[in-house]
């Protein structure tokens, strides 16, 4: 390891070791919250064409359960209606609610706080009605705005190309949760990634994470690193891309355009900041991705899965809620349980064919109310080597036994029986969401080894966290349950429950999921008004 990796290890253990909330003081933020104050959510470019795009979801008759069978659905061509479509399931607005006064919208892709750090960008040649460039996605329209055009146009032709690119505004996250805020944006990103595989998957279409593009290479394609467009606004940090393919073919590669005209001004979301994080910036600069190949993720065999709800995909997608509170007297039956299980191995087809890496995220579970299950602590490690390594690593008196009536294919353990509700609730911030629902979990990954072999491989730890976590609110949607992402949780407090020292494995994101008690005080409108 170089000199300069070494540095960027060393700060990026330094920031998630202060960014952990303790039982007695949370990670630094913001000492009062102004919420007439808070950054714009959506980022939009003044200057910049704007393409409006069709409304087509509620036409889609595509089911869940076709998502999860390779070849259900024919793949749709590559032109500008299913690229409208692609966005309008995966980070378009999905309802707006009003309480009261106050108005806020929700979109297909789940965040923390309800604050959006996520910017979508689409890169295309050869797509038939949209025309060649790089394009913002603006969520609150449902449109493109159109960044930068070839000066030369390709009047060769070609195949299809269309990549989507994912930025990130630390400042929408930060403003809320101080310097916590990075690990959020990561886990949004997570989200969005699963969003996209979902929608992808139901056009038919495949979705492959770039893994040679660096940082560098990301935020110049997408112009994310043109200064001048970004003077007095909050910068966009460069995630990743992701080509979508209609047809299998040739490992993705990034677009030759040559020289490109770029039109537009990012908007101001905060004149008045209170607040600036440094260790933001640093743990951005030190978790950037210098591209290159890698490895490809070894295939796992497990049985296809069955009995998956075939309610239309569409609908479903859009209806996600993140769940408030949680009917307590509720009790799951296993078999739902069980299933939704199923759905976190990472079998070869969507949503987990997008991912590149060998399972490196494992939950382990509060099962509190599930029919036919001893209420207790349970492990479900998602590779062999991962069962061994958490054998090792936890405590020495738990059971490790198969629990009666689980699938064999599925290596859920029992580690130690009895009511967890009161520890749920402490670990999770003291929050009733963990305690109330049929279960709760935490999602421990594989850190020290991940870390060392590859310090940027920090950011696509939350990016699997999150990816889980957009299975577990869909596959709970579609077992007519609902689920909660919870960011704020005691790393430490969880770590020292299973008996865990040093940093082998880390706790990145918690979950729960639960039968929703609904607030009807709230009303629900359409996303966009040329719906109703």
Known sequence: MNDSVEVDLQRIRAYHERTKHRLERYAAGPETLDWSAQPDPFRSFAGAERIPLPLLADGLTTTFSDLHRQGAISPQALSLEPVALLLELSLALSAWKEYGPDRWSLRCNPSSGNLHPTEGY?????????????YHYLSREHALERRARPVETNAMGGS????????????????????RAFRYCQLDTGHAIGALRY?????????RLMDTAGSGDIASLLGLDRTADFSRAEAEEAELLLEVAAASGTAPALPLFGDLDWIGTANVLDPHPMYHWPVIDEVAAASRCP???QPARPNAVYPPRSGIPAVTASTLIRQRRSAQRFDRNFEWEADGFYALLDALLARDSAPWDVWNAAPALHPVLFVHRVKGLPPGLYALPRSASAETELRSALRKDFAWTI????????PLFLLAEGGCVAQARTINCHQAIAADSAFALGMLAEFGDTLNAAPWRYRRLYWEAGLLGQVLYLEAEALGLRGTGIGCYFD??????????????????????????TDSRITTEAPY???T
């Open 122 to 134: 689409v890169v295309c040649r050869n797509i038939e009605g949209l025309e060649d460039g790089i």
């Open 160 to 179: 299809p190309q269309l990549l989507i690119g994912l930025s990130s505004i630390h400042w929408r996250e930060a403003w809320k949760y101080g310097e």
């Open 199 to 207: 929608a992808a998957a139901a056009l038919g279409w495949s979705l």
């Open 291 to 293: 591209g290159g190949a």
């Open 403 to 410: 629990p009666e009536g689980c699938p064999g294919h599925l």
């Open 492 to 517: 430490d407090a969880f770590h020292e429950l299973l008996g865990l020292s040093g940093t082998a494995f880390q706790s990145l994101y918690h979950f729960t999921v639960g039968s929703p008690l």
């Open 529 to 531: 008004a040329r719906q």
